[in-house]
């Protein structure tokens, strides 16, 4: 990395937890690769604060943009000053771009990215029945991938069944027609499972799903990136599921993010 | 550097202009050399925004702390939670940590700096004549710590003469007896003449003072770093001044500075 003088451009990460993030070593990685004078920085900020915290954002004249992580996805949309087409649609950003006038303007990159991380690894969801646990910023970033990317059925399951009745409501305005429903935590019958819950971060949570649904034919896939293995992982490995980590989901869309926020080879 | 991380600890430099600050290298090299976690990035501010960034800082958990420059010394003082005495005393601020709980502190370096720039120099301003232009942060910093360094006169001068008197006011009210005036631009007569406005940073900026006041005889002292050599400090070596540039002030108290940040080796 280079050294950091009065003129390095500031980017961050916003999230909460943050010591798992995997954002700063690939950002940080791709600023080195293009030969940008910039720096990727941890800003750990609570759900309560976000507000205040994007206030300061429009002001901080050295700072370029962020990545958004969990919890603050959805709550950081109406927080910025305009947001693509794609992120009105799902409801939530997870990158904030700062203009030279102090506009925030936001774009998600998840779904794209989930999607990508699933081709490169030779699974393609098209014609699957796919079960998505979560209805939160990534999921349903992930709901809109999937239906585009053509899954024959989507499953939808969250413990607060509004969120994945807004959500079955949104993906049937956008795409009518479609075969979506609101499940059980039970995933039976669904050969791509999907977590994007942050239900996995931490040792003490719960399981997002019902390990007893799970058969040997299914591939389950996580959207968490530390740790590499959660539970819900390990119980599907046992299962004998295939089992897809989290890591391709942003490894797939780094580069996407990057452009988004200026990075542009110089 | 160290590769940056989501447990990476963030400190700042607050400053407009940004640019031309140096603490970034000063304080990132001590952070490498004590082998801390952390890394110092460019906080580019405008005067009429430091309170929303402030309110921001508090909230920003992965924020350890920031040094403070101009033009934001003074006004930074009462957006801190807590000052030391001597920050009291002075007016200003120009550094700030923040405590876990989201408090921010501040303190006062500047004159120990600049005072410690010139010994270092073999430079005693024990008995001298001083004079110094501007009455902001730094130069009532430099003034307290010019009259405990033992002065046998101050001269302040600065464009707004209300401030020049207010810091002799609270100067002569910590120090009863002592010599200090109010002059006016031209430092003929002091052995000491020491530039703490901003002026000479722009190419464009007027002389902080009247160079045909200088003498041989003399030492002409910048706070500004860059331009290492302000049009000052080349009117005064051409007038055969001893000279005295700016890196020595921030030199002397980056080690101060870091561990009042709590970069403690670890």
């Given at each position: 990395?280079?050294?950091?003088?009065?003129?390095?451009?500031?980017?961050?990460?916003?999230?909460?937890?943050?010591?798992?993030?995997?954002?700063?070593?690939?950002?940080?990685?791709?600023?080195?690769?293009?030969?940008?004078?910039?720096?990727?920085?941890?800003?750990?900020?609570?759900?309560?604060?976000?507000?205040?915290?994007?206030?300061?954002?429009?002001?901080?004249?050295?700072?370029?943009?962020?990545?958004?992580?969990?919890?603050?996805?959805?709550?950081?949309?109406?927080?910025?000053?305009?947001?693509?087409?794609?992120?009105?649609?799902?409801?939530?950003?997870?990158?904030?771009?700062?203009?030279?006038?102090?506009?925030?303007?936001?774009?998600?990159?998840?779904g794209?990215?989930?999607i990508?991380?699933?081709?490169?690894?030779?699974?393609?969801?098209?014609?699957?029945?796919?079960?998505?646990?979560?209805?939160?910023?990534?999921?349903?970033?992930v709901?809109f991938a999937l239906?585009e990317?053509?899954?024959?059925?989507?499953?939808?399951?969250?413990?607060?069944?509004?969120?994945?009745?807004?959500?079955?409501?949104?993906?049937?305005?956008?795409?009518?027609?479609?075969?979506?429903?609101?499940?059980?935590?039970?995933?039976?019958?669904?050969?791509?499972?999907?977590?994007?819950?942050?239900?996995?971060?931490?040792?003490?949570?719960?399981?997002?799903?019902?390990?007893?649904?799970?058969?040997?034919?299914?591939?389950?896939?996580?959207?968490?990136?530390?740790?590499?293995?959660?539970?819900?992982?390990?119980?599907?490995?046992?299962?004998?599921?295939?089992?897809?980590?989290?890591?391709?989901?942003?490894?797939?869309?780094?580069?996407?993010?990057?452009?988004?926020?200026?990075?542009?080879?110089?």
């Amino acid at each position: 990395m280079r050294a950091i003088t009065g003129v390095t451009r500031l980017y961050g990460i916003v999230a909460d937890p943050i010591h798992q993030v995997k954002a700063p070593q690939g950002l940080n990685a791709i600023l080195d690769e293009r030969g940008i004078d910039g720096v990727l920085v941890p800003f750990h900020v609570s759900a309560a604060d976000l507000a205040t915290f994007f206030a300061a954002l429009r002001v901080l004249r050295s700072f370029h943009g962020m990545i958004v992580t969990v919890p603050h996805k959805t709550a950081a949309l109406p927080l910025c000053d305009a947001v693509s087409e794609r992120a009105a649609q799902i409801g939530a950003v997870n990158v904030v771009r700062r203009e030279p006038d102090g506009q925030l303007l936001g774009d998600m990159f998840d779904g794209l990215g989930f999607i990508a991380g699933l081709r490169e690894a030779g699974l393609d969801p098209k014609g699957m029945r796919a079960y998505l646990v979560g209805a939160g910023g990534a999921g349903n970033a992930v709901a809109f991938a999937l239906v585009e990317a053509g899954v024959a059925h989507l499953t939808v399951a969250n413990r607060t069944r509004d969120r994945a009745e807004d959500l079955q409501r949104r993906l049937l305005k956008a795409h009518p027609g479609i075969s979506v429903e609101i499940g059980s935590a039970n995933p039976r019958g669904h050969g791509l499972v999907v977590n994007t819950t942050s239900l996995g971060m931490r040792e003490t949570d719960p399981l997002p799903l019902d390990l007893g649904g799970l058969e040997p034919w299914m591939i389950v896939a996580e959207s968490i990136m530390q740790p590499e293995t959660t539970a819900l992982l390990a119980g599907a490995a046992a299962a004998g599921c295939h089992v897809h980590r989290g890591w391709p989901m942003l490894a797939s869309q780094l580069v996407l993010m990057a452009d988004f926020l200026g990075m542009q080879r110089e």
